[in-house]
């Protein structure tokens, strides 16, 4: 008995020295994820532009490419630029529990993009596996988790306000059956998560800018708008839920589809003014002073799909967007949808871009920086 008790004490002795470098190994790796990395930061710059109210949406976070992001972030400035929208997923910054952050990943685009003189919109939205049921879409977002999402919200603006980051855009599309986790819209549901995020936000950073809507544009799909709610109707019902002291600003999807930019608005018409009858709707039900924004929007050129235009007609529209914007004072950015991928889908997807995948400016990007320098014409 004595001897074995001895040889389990020896053997303990030996192995508690490699347990615990296993075990700081481990600690080493958990905590380097949520480390702050030393970025490679240029010199502060500025956007030289004649209309103030260009922006462009990007996609940049989850790329992780440091070198990639600032040259995407410096072409953006250089084409005249001043905004920017990107995605700051909440699954990539809490992936594991609702305690501690990741920011790697947002601390890269964040700062990049104010080092180069941007304004950011940060939408936020993507669900962790943790917050929602098994099998269930990353869009699926319930009610037992309105206050986890809403400290999400609230520690982004607390920690990049410092920055000069106050915009947040509360989810995307959920009138869309596919971004609403792949229910039918219910513009009683986004109202509440209005309502749940609004105080934590404001309690965090009192001057932070709440952006609500970002809607898909358009009538009512499927049986009861099972596909899509219209984004007129939805946003009645929102309004009627309640919801209007709980935003600061409403966003607009301004797709142009087979359109010019100047084409008259209708109630059953997707194109570039019909973000003139969501003001109006806004105004009738008493909001006529919160801001708009545009943070999706514009027209592809791709040679073989069906909702395409021609490479010209994309440019002249997309320009003479960029200068209709400045005609509506109630518009704060026309973010357009969008400035690169960092690769190729080889589908009609690529035809939105303004830069390729290789980052060489297509003729939509000349065109844009050349009125945003004053050496074109809209």
């Given at each position: 008995?004595?001897?074995?008790?001895?040889?389990?004490?020896?053997?303990?002795?030996?192995?508690?020295?490699?347990?615990?470098?296993?075990?700081?190994?481990?600690?080493?790796?958990?905590?380097?994820?949520?480390?702050?990395?030393?970025?490679?930061?240029p010199e502060q710059q500025r956007v030289v532009t004649n209309n103030p109210r260009i922006g462009i949406h990007t996609r940049l976070t989850g790329i992780g490419d440091e070198a990639y992001i600032r040259r995407t972030l410096e072409q953006v400035r250089e084409m005249g630029a001043p905004w920017i929208v990107d995605l700051f997923p909440w699954a990539y910054v809490q992936p594991r529990s609702r305690y501690g952050y990741d920011w790697v990943g947002a601390d890269m685009v964040v700062r990049h993009a104010v080092r180069q003189g941007l304004t950011v919109i940060a939408r936020l939205d993507m669900v962790p596996q943790w917050a929602r049921p098994r099998d269930s879409s990353d869009r699926y977002l319930d009610e037992t988790h309105y206050a986890d999402y809403a400290a999400y919200v609230a520690a982004f603006v607390r920690r990049y306000r410092p920055d000069g980051v106050r915009h947040?855009?509360?989810?995307?599309?959920?009138?869309?059956?596919?971004?609403?986790?792949?229910?039918?819209?219910?513009?009683?549901?986004?109202?509440?998560?209005?309502?749940?995020?609004?105080?934590?936000?404001?309690?965090a950073v009192p001057d932070a800018v709440v952006i609500a809507g970002a809607l898909s544009p358009g009538a009512d799909l499927g049986d009861n708008a099972e596909v899509r709610m219209g984004d007129l109707r939805y946003i009645s019902e929102v309004y009627a839920a309640g919801a209007a002291p709980y935003f600061d600003a409403w966003a607009v999807h301004n797709y142009g589809a087979q359109q010019p930019h100047d084409a008259?608005?209708?109630?059953?018409?997707?194109?570039?003014?019909?973000?003139?009858?969501?003001?109006?709707?806004?105004?009738?039900?008493?909001?006529?002073?919160?801001?708009?924004?545009?943070?999706?929007?514009?027209?592809?050129?791709?040679?073989?799909?069906?909702?395409?235009?021609?490479?010209?007609?994309?440019?002249?529209?997309?320009?003479?967007?960029?200068?209709?914007?400045?005609?509506?004072?109630?518009?704060?950015?026309?973010?357009?949808?969008?400035?690169?991928?960092?690769?190729?889908?080889?589908?009609?997807?690529?035809?939105?871009?303004?830069?390729?995948?290789?980052?060489?400016?297509?003729?939509?990007?000349?065109?844009?920086?050349?009125?945003?320098?004053?050496?074109?014409?809209?």
């Open positions: 008995m004595v001897s074995s008790t001895s040889a389990w004490r020896r053997n303990r002795r030996r192995l508690l020295p490699g347990l615990a470098i296993a075990l700081g190994a481990a600690a080493a790796e958990f905590w380097a994820l949520r480390a702050p990395r030393a970025l490679h930061l947040v855009l509360i989810w995307n599309e959920p009138n869309l059956a596919f971004e609403w986790g792949r229910r039918s819209p219910d513009p009683r549901a986004y109202a509440a998560l209005l309502q749940a995020v609004y105080p934590q936000v404001k309690a008259l608005p209708a109630p059953e018409t997707v194109n570039f003014r019909r973000i003139e009858l969501v003001h109006d709707l806004i105004t009738y039900l008493g909001d006529g002073h919160k801001p708009l924004f545009i943070t999706e929007g514009g027209w592809n050129d791709h040679p073989r799909w069906s909702a395409a235009v021609r490479p010209a007609q994309r440019i002249r529209w997309t320009v003479g967007a960029y200068q209709m914007a400045r005609e509506w004072p109630w518009l704060e950015a026309i973010c357009l949808w969008q400035f690169s991928m960092p690769w190729q889908t080889r589908t009609y997807q690529d035809n939105w871009n303004f830069v390729t995948a290789d980052g060489t400016p297509k003729a939509i990007y000349w065109a844009v920086r050349e009125y945003a320098l004053g050496k074109g014409t809209p």
